[in-house]
């Protein structure tokens, strides 16, 4: 999302092309973008790529190796990986954009409220950032799954819960920078509520730190989303996902003789999250001139 | 100093009562009647009712949610955390044989990572925008990024299957135990979690040791004539264990949530294990156990960074 803002910048000295500038001398990061594009048309495009039903069971060629029908082979009950994999991507891509985009609303929103406010509620939300930093996510989906039972709706919600602290203080940082700036109490000075003035001003300002983080947030929801399905808490069988498609593999006998079952979606999630990390990093180098150095 | 932690002391267990509150909340709204989910759905007849009406009395489940949570809170902060449904032994005590193996697994976890992030991240700070610098990077993104349990099957893959020289599974070996024999199962888990968790220490180590550097006692470290080495190492890296050290303590949650999957994958007996077999057979009093000690391991954590940052920074208790 962050990309496409950046690619339908105008050209010329504008702080973004600035910044698009400095992101394309980040490699790392020009071939990231790239890998997560082909990503997102293999998730899109992941029926007609397949060829195969990613639920079609086969009995008769359970456990068979790549071949020409089946690319990445078959698991135990003879689905094939290769479909079963772009479907997962699907799950994983739109587990981490939306558990992202409920860090960023939650974290703008009370960033934004204790910039404004101060005083006690800032104190207040900022505590509760402490608060939701300290615990690892991971162990409280997993205490949260075990007693309302997984679903990928909690998950989701549980894992932006626990990203918001970190855009919720860049937005509170920015909010309190603008607050003193003139043009903010001119704004408010004719007459402009809070909302106008999250819109107009603290959103807009705080967007390049924010976006980020963001795409952070993104890659660790990705990464949180495979282990809790891997760990059986997270998305549920039929439904394929990168992480609970390595549940099988757990056996040694799996893991020796059947490497392509879990290599493929293995290799898939790293790639994934580490392409996402890249992107993030190479943002960061490029909305702020001065960590690059 | 004193009334820093005195506050932040107080927040903690502010926010401890806060957890039990929702840990409880959480488990009433768990379908299914405690009482009716033990008695076999065969014998469950038209008397059944008056019976579990009965039942709920004696166990004050009629009584109202706040005696309810009273009676529940104080019973755990007693140590009486209740009875595993699986096999009825109590929950403190499986809790408490479990402590040990985890603890043995971060702690030998953490030396790796900080063993890994040390090095790497002070070479990477002395010689920035370097080749090995940017070396450095690639490997803390990628112990952030890879997904431990897959890093966990590659190693299984190599070193358990194809070497033979580690076992994948388990704390030790019944039949020939011993000293070497749980390092020998030790190995492969411990490195996992070191590696996973050492790309975060490894930017801290290196963002510290870059700002001390910079620092004006360094200059003049170098101008008297002490030798790169002695500027680094007695100079600069002790200043910059400062910020680093809070880290580490702040650090120390994630570094369970890495042993809860590590422990999953080579059956290492710990608390993580017991937690997600637990979660898979519906075991709700040994996860509401787990999810007390994890808030409270959690909690004493922070508290630990807030004690390391005043009493290893005497700038702060001077404030």
């Known amino acids: ?147 309302l039972g997984p679903s990928v709706l909690t998950m989701v919600i549980a894992i932006g819960l626990f990203q918001w602290p970190v855009c919720g203080r860049i937005v509170r940082g920015v909010t309190l920078s603008l607050r003193e700036q003139e043009f903010v109490l001119a704004s408010r000075a004719t007459g402009a509520g809070p909302l106008w003035l999250m819109r107009k001003h603290i959103i807009p300002a705080a967007l390049p730190p924010v976006s980020v983080v963001a795409t952070l947030a993104v890659a660790q929801a990705i990464a949180l989303e495979a282990t809790l399905s891997f760990l059986g808490l997270g998305v549920q069988p039929p439904a394929s996902s990168w992480g609970n498609m390595l549940t099988d593999a757990q056996s040694l006998t799996v893991i020796r003789s059947e490497p392509w079952l879990w290599l493929s979606p293995g290799i898939a999630v790293a790639l994934t999250v580490l392409a996402v990390n890249f992107v993030g990093d190479g943002l960061r180098d490029a909305v702020d001139p001065r960590s690059a150095s | 100093m004193g009334a820093f932690l005195v506050r932040r002391l107080s927040i903690n267990v502010l926010v401890f009562f806060l957890i039990t509150i929702a840990v409880f909340a959480l488990v009433h709204k768990t379908p299914g009647d405690p009482i009716a989910m033990q008695i076999p759905a065969d014998q469950l007849n038209s008397g059944s009712a008056d019976f579990i009406a009965q039942k709920r009395a004696e166990l004050g489940l009629d009584r109202s949610l706040v005696v309810q949570y009273w009676h529940w809170l104080t019973n755990a902060l007693h140590g009486d955390l209740g009875y595993s449904l699986l096999n009825g032994r109590p929950v403190t005590e499986l809790l408490g044989e479990r402590i040990g193996p985890t603890i043995e697994l971060m702690g030998v976890g953490l030396l790796i990572s900080l063993l890994i992030a040390f090095p790497l991240g002070i070479l990477a700070a002395r010689r920035r925008n370097s080749w090995l610098d940017y070396g450095a990077t690639v490997v803390s993104l990628g112990s952030v990024s890879i997904p431990v349990f897959f890093v966990a099957l590659i190693v299984i893959y190599v070193f358990t299957l194809k070497f033979q020289w580690f076992p994948s599974s388990g704390i030790s070996d019944p039949t020939n135990p ?30 510290s040791m870059i700002t001390e550097l910079d620092a ?11 030798s790169p080495r002695r500027v680094v190492l007695r100079h600069a890296f002790r200043n910059s264990l400062i910020p680093v050290l809070t880290v580490i303590a702040t650090n120390l949650p994630q570094l369970l949530a890495g042993a809860v999957v590590i422990e999953q994958v080579f059956a290492w007996p710990g608390m993580g294990q017991l937690a997600v077999s637990s979660v898979n057979q519906h075991d709700y009093s040994v996860i509401v156990g787990f999810a007390l000690l994890i808030a409270i391991i959690v909690l004493l954590s922070n508290l630990l960074a807030d004690v390391l940052y005043t009493v290893v920074d005497p700038r702060v208790r001077l404030r």
Do not use: C, E
Not at chain 1, 44 to 53: E, K, M
Not at chain 1, 126 to 144: C, G, K, T, W
């Open chain 1, 1 to 147: 999302m962050t990309t496409t803002t950046l690619a339908a910048a105008p050209a010329g000295r504008s702080p973004t092309a600035a910044a698009l500038r400095r992101f394309r001398k980040h490699p790392a990061a020009v071939v990231s973008v790239l890998f997560i594009a082909l990503v997102v048309l293999a998730a899109i495009f992941a029926r007609p790529l397949s060829g195969h039903d990613p639920n079609a069971i086969d009995l008769l060629s359970a456990r068979t190796g790549p071949s020409g029908d089946h690319l990445l082979g078959t698991d135990s009950t003879g689905r094939d990986v290769l479909s079963r994999l772009l479907f997962a991507g699907r799950i994983s891509l739109g587990v981490g954009i939306a558990s992202a985009v409920i860090a960023v609303v939650v974290g703008t929103l009370l960033g934004s409220i204790a910039g404004l406010l101060g005083g006690w509620v800032d104190g207040l939300v900022m505590r509760l950032a402490d608060v939701f930093m300290s615990f690892p996510s991971l162990v409280v989906i997993v205490v949260v799954a075990g007693i």
């Open chain 2, 178 to 207: 011993g000293l070497l024999d749980s390092l020998h199962h030790l190995v492969l888990p411990a490195l996992i979690l070191g590696f996973g968790n050492s790309g975060p220490f490894m930017r801290y180590v290196r963002s």
């Open chain 2, 216 to 226: 004006d006692y360094v200059r003049t470290a170098n101008a008297k004539g002490a």
